[in-house]
C-alpha cells in the first residue's frame, strides 16, 4: 500500500495506482484507511498528492461504512480535521477533500463529528470557515442528528455576528444559520410527539439571527452571494421565529422579496424563502398579508411565464417554486387568486395568458377542496379561452382540461364544450401541420405536439377515469360523421369500441341508444356508410382500419339487431386480412382485394337486413355523404361502389335512377381509379337491373357525352372524352355482371353499336385503354361456359384486328406498355370464344404482336408482363384447336425470330416457343382425357418433331446464354412431348416435366 500512494504523487503513474487503490480498498478496507492515515502523516506528502490519498480514502470508505468500525471512525474524523484545519487560511481544494472524508461518515458517526467540529468553535469568536461549514453541510445531510446538539452550535455563533467584517464569512454564517432553520423545520416535521427537542425553543435565537440577517450590512451587501444567502436563510428562519416578530416584520421582508426579484436574475432562492414565508403567513392571521396581495401576485405569475429550458435546471425549478406559491395563496386567497387569473385571461399577452392557464391546472389538481365551490366559474372562464390559436395555449390548455376532467369537473354543465376542444385538436388535420411547417416563425409548440398531446388525454381520460365513461358516451358519436374530424377517427374509434365493450359485456341500459330520442347522435345508417367508407378507403392508415373494425363489431347489436351474428364471424377475417399487408408482393393489388372484401361484407350485411326501407335509407345517406369528401378523394370512389352495390340490393327505381345519377355526377372522369370505381358501381346495379344501368348510359351518351364548341364562322361537336371513356367502361361492366339470361338480348344494341360508333375516333391512350377493357368484359359476358345456350359474337374478329390496331399502331401514334399487356389480355378473351379465329386472321395476329419482341421498356417488370400476356394469347389459339398442325403453324411463324441478329429477340422468341410447348402439353392432357377421338388423334405424336428440331437444334449452340439454355430446355420439351404423346395416349397425357428435369436439360 505505501508504494501505491507513493506512486499517486507520481503523474505518470497516478491513473494506474488510483485503480489499484480501489481494488486494494474493496479487498482490505480497515487496512486502507488506516495506511493511508499512517502514509500522509509519516511521509507529509505534497498538497497535490495527499489531496488524491484522500479522494481515494472517500471512495473507499463511502463503499464500505459497514466495514468500519466506530473506533476506525473516529480516527478518521480526528485525521480529517487535522487535515481541513491545518492552515487558517481557506484552501479550497485541500479542504473540501478533508470535509467530504467527515461527511461520508455523516450518517454513521454524527455525533463524533459534532463533537469534533464544536469542540473547534471558539466562543466569542469567528470560527474557521471550514469548521461552520462542516457542521452546515451536516445538517443537510442528518437533520435530526444535528438539531441535537444545535443549541450548543447556535450559543457559539450567534454572539459573534455582529463582529464579522468579512463578506465570505458573512456569507457561511448567513448559510450555516438558513441550513440549521431548515433542519430543526424537517426535525418538527418528522419527530413524533415525545421528541427531545421541542422547535419552539429556538424562537429567542432566530429572533436574534433574523435581526443580524435582516440587518443592512448583511441584507444590503454589494456582494450577490451574501445578499441572496441571506434571503434564502430568511426563509428559513421565519419558519422559527416568534410570531410577533414575524408579524412585525412582514411588510418590509415581502417588499425586500419583491425587490430583489425585480434586480436578481437567479431568483430560485428569493422564491423559495417567499414560498416559505407564505406557508407562516398560512399559520397565522392571514388578514396582515391580504393587503399585500396585489403586489405579490403579478411578479409570482411573470415568473411562471419566464422561459424554461432543460440547459438550465434553475429555471424549471423556479417556476415550480412559484406554481408552490400561488398553491398556497390559492388556499388562503381563493377568490382573489381567481380574480387575477380572470383578469389575465382577458389580456392579448400570451406568455401571460398561457402562464394563467398553467397556474390554474397547478390549482386544479392541488387545491380542489378550495375551488369545489368555484368549479362552474372555473368551466366559464375555460370555455372562453377554447377559440385561442396559438399551439402553446392550446396545449397548456389540454393539460388544463385533463386536470379538471380528472376531478370531475367534466361531467358539469359545460364540460361537454370542453370534451369537444379535446376531440377537435385530436382532429388537427395534415393540412394544419403543412401550413406550420411551412411557415418562417415556428413556435416551442407545433400542431403535432398538440395533437399527440389531445389523443394522450382523451385517450387516457377514457381509460382511467371510470366516472367519465358515462360522458363520453355516447356522445363521442356526434364526431364520426363530420370529416373535419376524420384524422380524430382512430381515437374516437378505439375510446367508443373500449366503452361498447365494457357497457356491453356488464349489460348496462346505456349501452343501447334510442338514436331517434337522441337527436344530436347519428342514425344507425349514417354511422354504417361512414365506417364503411373510411374502412374502403384508408385500409394503409395507422390503426384506422382495425379501430374501425373494432367498434362495429362492439356496436353491431345498437346499429341492426339481425347484424351481430354475421358481423361477429365477418369481422374477425377482415381483421385477419389486414395482418397479411405487410407481407404483399404488390400493395396496389392488395388493396383492391382489400376493397372488394369490404364491398362483400356490406353486401352480406344487406342480405342479412333484408330490408329494403332500411337499404333505400342507407343508400340515401351514402349519397349525402359525397359531401363529405373532396371529388378526387378515396372515399369518393368507395361511396361509388357502395351506391352501387345498394342500389342493387333494392326495388326501388325511383331511388335506383337517383342513385345511378348520382354515382355519374360525382365521378371524377379524368381518374382512372374513381372512372373505374363508377364503371364497378354501374355493373353492380346492373346485375339486378341491367335495364336501368343501361338506360342511364343512354341518357349520358345523348346529353353529356358530347359538347359544343362554337367558333366564329362554325359550330364543332366534339366528344368530352373523359366522359365517354366512363360510359365506355361502364357499358362493359354492365354487361359482363348482367344476368346471363338477357346478355345477348342486350349487347348488340347497347354495347356493340355504342364501340362501332366510337371505336375510330377515339385517340387519348387512357380511353383506348377503357375501350379494350371494354372488350374484354364483352367477351367473358358472351363466353360459353357463362352463357345458357350458344352465341355467336359476330364482331369478334372486328375487335380483335381493333386489339391489333392499338397495341400496334402507326409510328406516329403514342401507346403504352400497360395498353399493350391490356390489349394482349382483351384479345385472348375473345380467341377463346367460339368459332375458331380464321387462319389468316391468326396469321395476322401472329406476325403483328411477334412484333413486340421488339419492345424497349425499362421496367423489367413490364416488359416480362408483355410477355407473359403474349404466351398466353398465343396459347389460346392451340387451346381452341388441341392438334400438332396448330402447334406447328404457330411455332413456323415464330421460327424467324430465333434466328434474328438480336440476341434478346432470340431470347424472347424461344421463351415463348416453351411456353407453348407446356401449354400444349396440358390442354392435350385435358383433352385426351375427355375426348376418345381427340386421344386418338393425339397418339400418332408430334408428325412436325423433324421440323421442330430443325429450328431448334442450331439455336443450342446461339452464343448468347439465355437463348442457348431456352433452345436446350424447348428441344427437352418437344423430344417429352412427342415420346408421352406416342407410348401413353391410351391413358391420358401425363401432366408436363417436372421442374428439375427441365432444368437438368437446360443445363
Known sequence: ??????????????????????????????????????????????????ITILKAMHNTISQNQSKLDESLGGDIIQFACGEMLQSKDVIPELQEAAQALILVLGHSHPQVILDAMISRLPNEQVGHYFVLKTIADLAAQNPLATVLRLGEVLAKILPVLLTIKHDHYRWIYGTAIGRFSEAVTHYAANADANSEINPTAFQGD?????????????????????????????????????????????????????????????????????????????????????????????????????????????????????????????????????????RTFLQNQLP????????????????????????????????????????????????????????????????????HFLVKNCAISEAEIAAYNAAKRKGPVSPTDVRGTATHILTRIASGIDFMANSLWPYLFEFLIEDRYTTALPTLCKILAQLAVQKRDTDEEMYYLDFD????????????????????????????????????????????????????????????????????????????????????????????????????????????????????????????????????????????????????????????????????????????????????????????????????????????EPVRATVTLALGHSIARAPPSIVTSRIEVNVISFLRDNIASIAPLYSRECVIRCMDLVGKAVHPSRLPKEFILSCRDDFLRQLLNYMLPPPNEEVSTTQRILGLNAATTLIYLPPLVPTELQREFFERTLTLFDIQEPDTELAASVMD???????????????????????????????????????????????????????????????????????????????????????????????????????????????????????????????????????
Open 517 to 720: 330520442d337522441q337527436v344530436n347522435l347519428p342514425k344507425p345508417d349514417e354511422i354504417v356508410a361512414r365506417l364503411c367508407t373510411k374502412l374502403a378507403a384508408a385500409p394503409h392508415v395507422s390503426g384506422l382500419a382495425v379501430a374501425v373494425l373494432d367498434l362495429m363489431q362492439a356496436i353491431s347489436a345498437i346499429l341492426h339487431p339481425s347484424i351481430t351474428e354475421l358481423w361477429d364471424a365477418n369481422i374477425p377475417k377482415l381483421k385477419r386480412f389486414l395482418e397479411t399487408r405487410r407481407d404483399a408482393a404488390s400493395i396496389e393489388k392488395w388493396t383492391a382485394q382489400f376493397e372488394n372484401a369490404v364491398l362483400n361484407f356490406l353486401s352480406l350485411t344487406l342480405d342479412e337486413i333484408n330490408d329494403d326501407p332500411w337499404c333505400v335509407t342507407l343508400g340515401t345517406t351514402l349519397t349525402n355523404h359525397f359531401a363529405l369528401y373532396q371529388p378526387d378523394d378515396m372515399e369518393t370512389k368507395a361511396l361509388c361502389r357502395f351506391l352501387g352495390l345498394v342500389a342493387q340490393k333494392s326495388e326501388n327505381r325511383e331511388f335506383i335512377r337517383n342513385s345511378l345519377t348520382t354515382i355519374f355526377t360525382k365521378t371524377v372522369h379524368a381518374s382512372e381509379a374513381h372512372r373505374t370505381a363508377c364503371a364497378e358501381a354501374f355493373g353492380l346495379v346492373a346485375n339486378t337491373h341491367l335495364d336501368l344501368s343501361l338506360d342511364k348510359l343512354d341518357a349520358v351518351i345523348k346529353n353529356d357525352m358530347f359538347k359544343k364548341s362554337s367558333g366564329l364562322f362554325s359550330k364543332k361537336i366534339i366528344p368530352n
Open 1 to 50: 500500500l505505501d508504494v501505491v500512494f507513493a506512486a499517486c504523487g507520481d503523474k505518470e503513474a497516478v491513473q494506474q495506482a488510483l485503480i489499484s487503490l480501489d481494488h486494494l480498498g474493496q479487498a482490505h478496507p480497515r487496512t486502507f484507511v488506516r495506511c493511508a492515515i499512517d502514509f500522509i502523516n509519516a511521509q507529509k506528502p505534497s498538497r497535490s498528492h495527499r
Open 352 to 419: 401571460l395568458k398561457v402562464a394563467a392557464i398553467d397556474i390554474l391546472t397547478h390549482q386544479v389538481t392541488r387545491n380542489d377542496e378550495q375551488l369545489g365551490a368555484r368549479k362552474e366559474l372555473i368551466i366559464t372562464n375555460v370555455k372562453g379561452l377554447i377559440a385561442e390559436p396559438d399551439w402553446s395555449a392550446r396545449k397548456s390548455l389540454l393539460q388544463l382540461v385533463a386536470a379538471m376532467a380528472a376531478n370531475a369537473y367534466l361531467v358539469m354543465e359545460g364540460g361537454q364544450d370542453l370534451l
Open 869 to 1003: 400476356n403474349l404466351g398466353t394469347a398465343l396459347s389460346a389459339f392451340v387451346y381452341m384447336d388441341v392438334t400438332c398442325d396448330t402447334l406447328r403453324r404457330c411455332l413456323e411463324m415464330i421460327e424467324p425470330w430465333t434466328m434474328h441478329a438480336n440476341p434478346l429477340h432470340r431470347e424472347r422468341s424461344l421463351t415463348i416457343i416453351i411456353f407453348l410447348l407446356r401449354k400444349f402439353i396440358q390442354f392435350a392432357a385435358e383433352e385426351a382425357t375427355e375426348n376418345e377421338a381427340a386421344r386418338r388423334t393425339l397418339g400418332a405424336g408430334m408428325s412436325n418433331l423433324g421440323l421442330l428440331l430443325g429450328f431448334l437444334l442450331p439455336r443450342c449452340g446461339d452464343t448468347h446464354l439465355p437463348a442457348r439454355r431456352a433452345a436446350f430446355e424447348a428441344v427437352g420439351l418437344a423430344l417429352y412431348a412427342n415420346h408421352i404423346l406416342r407410348t401413353d395416349a391410351a391413358g391420358g397425357v401425363p401432366n408436363p416435366p417436372p421442374g428439375p428435369f427441365a432444368q437438368g436439360v437446360a443445363r
Open 206 to 342: 432566530m429572533d436574534n439571527a433574523f435581526n443580524v440577517l435582516f440587518s443592512p450590512p448583511w441584507i444590503n451587501s454589494k456582494q450577490d452571494k451574501l445578499r441572496l444567502a441571506c434571503i434564502e436563510a430568511l426563509g428559513h428562519v421565519a419558519q422559527l421565529m416568534s410570531r410577533e416578530q414575524f408579524d412585525r416584520n412582514l411588510e418590509r421582508l415581502i417588499q425586500t422579496y419583491l425587490q430583489m426579484l425585480k434586480k436578481h436574475p437567479e431568483r430560485l432562492p428569493i422564491i423559495v424563502s417567499l414560498n416559505n414565508t407564505l406557508e407562516v403567513v398560512a399559520r397565522g392571521n392571514i388578514d396582515l398579508f391580504l393587503p399585500l396581495l396585489p403586489h405579490v401576485l403579478p411578479p409570482l405569475h411573470a415568473l411562471v411565464a419566464a422561459p424554461v429550458s432543460t440547459e438550465h435546471p434553475d429555471t424549471i425549478r423556479t417556476r415550480n417554486e412559484s406554481l408552490r406559491c400561488f398553491e398556497t395563496l390559492t388556499r388562503l386567497y381563493c377568490d382573489q387568486v381567481i380574480e387575477h387569473l380572470q
